[in-house]
């Protein structure tokens, strides 16, 4: 495949153009029912962005480690462990069960998820509200979205491990050791396994921002799975390195700004008293932030669309559609008169 030369792009300029396709969207003429369709859409394709895999380490205990509150601690320690051996048959059913569920939870909303992006992405693209059509039509392709987020969680998760559990080791070693002997041995280790945490997660949030931004919508261009739209965009970003780069660090403002723009927004309703609440519904909240969404989505987009017509999703999708030979050609969306 022949890569894409090196071309002048603007990180800045689809800044404006995106706040001009959100006034269009859903302003031009405003329709309460096409806002509430590509706010359900907005929802499944940001399900769960509130959450993800958090974790921390609270180095806790006496402050004093010798006389009574030493004796105290290591008593009630003894206890806790002997009362854990006492029920680790029943502690361990419980645990499987709820991680048996937590984790089917999480592959369920990763579906819906990877559903609900090209949906949202379609409603942006196309000016429509729909979502039955999209939900059906981009089915084959959100599977394929779907197989490689459970692939790059595993990945992730497994990867993490070789971070977490020496570090639950340096925990547990510092719990029971002076401090003083855990600084001269067991402070830097832990610092460069933080480190490598923290490296790893930026490296899977760098895979996932990419193929959302830009993966997908190649993906809905040339109705192809996921694994060749990686291959397009590669080709792409390959001689275009520094201007991805750059544009992952523009990200960063983007979301700060529109995290101070939600807070402010946010602060104001719960000074309303109840007003505020309607924040805190999951699908409701979506619909009243839906503007910085359809920005978000849009900047992204055109900021893609600035390498060809190729790769604009705002172009008739029948008239750039490159089939592979992954998926047939699919053809487009048929207008629909009620917007479902």
């Known amino acids: ?69 030493s004796h105290n601690f290591h008593q009630e320690m003894n206890h806790a462990k002997d009362a854990i051996l006492e029920n680790l048959p029943v502690i361990a059913s419980v645990a499987v069960v709820v991680l048996i569920f937590i984790l089917a939870l999480a592959f369920v909303f990763m579906w819906l998820k990877s559903r609900g992006q090209f949906m949202f992405l379609h409603c942006v693209a196309e000016n429509k509200g729909e979502v039955v059509k999209p939900w059906k039509h981009y089915a084959q392709q959100a599977n394929s979205l779907f197989q490689f987020k459970v692939v790059l969680w595993l990945a992730g998760s497994v990867a993490s491990l070789f971070f977490v559990v020496p570090l639950v080791f340096i925990v547990i070693s510092f719990a029971k050791t002076d401090f003083k002997v855990f600084a001269a041995a067991g402070v830097i280790p832990a610092i460069f396994l933080v480190l490598g945490l923290f490296f ?120 750039v559609v490159v089939p592979t030979e992954s998926f047939p050609p699919v053809p487009p969306v048929p207008d629909s008169p009620d917007g479902f």
């Not at 071309?7 to 959100?22: D, F």
């Not at 399900?47 to 004093?64: A, M, Y």
């Open 1 to 69: 495949m022949d890569t894409i030369q090196p071309r002048e792009i603007s990180i800045v300029e689809p800044i404006g153009a995106a706040i001009e396709k959100t006034k269009e969207i859903l302003f031009q003429p405003f329709d309460i029912g096409k806002w509430f369709a590509i706010g359900f859409c907005a929802w499944l394709a940001t399900l769960g962005n509130g959450g993800g895999v958090r974790g921390g380490f609270n180095f806790g205990g006496p402050g004093n480690h010798s006389g009574g509150g």
């Open 200 to 319: 790893l997660a930026i490296c899977l949030g760098v895979i996932k921002t990419l193929t959302e931004d830009f993966v997908v919508p190649i993906m809905r261009l040339r109705a192809c799975s996921l694994v060749d739209g990686w291959r397009h965009f590669w080709a792409l970003c390959k001689p275009n390195m520094g201007t991805f780069f750059l544009f992952l660090l523009f990200l960063i403002v983007v979301h700060i700004v529109i995290g101070m723009i939600a807070f402010a927004v946010v602060a104001a309703a719960c000074c309303m008293c109840c007003v505020g609440i309607i924040f805190f519904i999951p699908y409701i909240g979506t619909v009243v932030m839906l503007p910085l969404l359809v920005w978000r989505r849009a900047y992204s987009a055109l900021f893609l669309a600035q390498f060809g017509p190729e790769y604009d999703v705002f172009a008739r999708i029948d008239s």
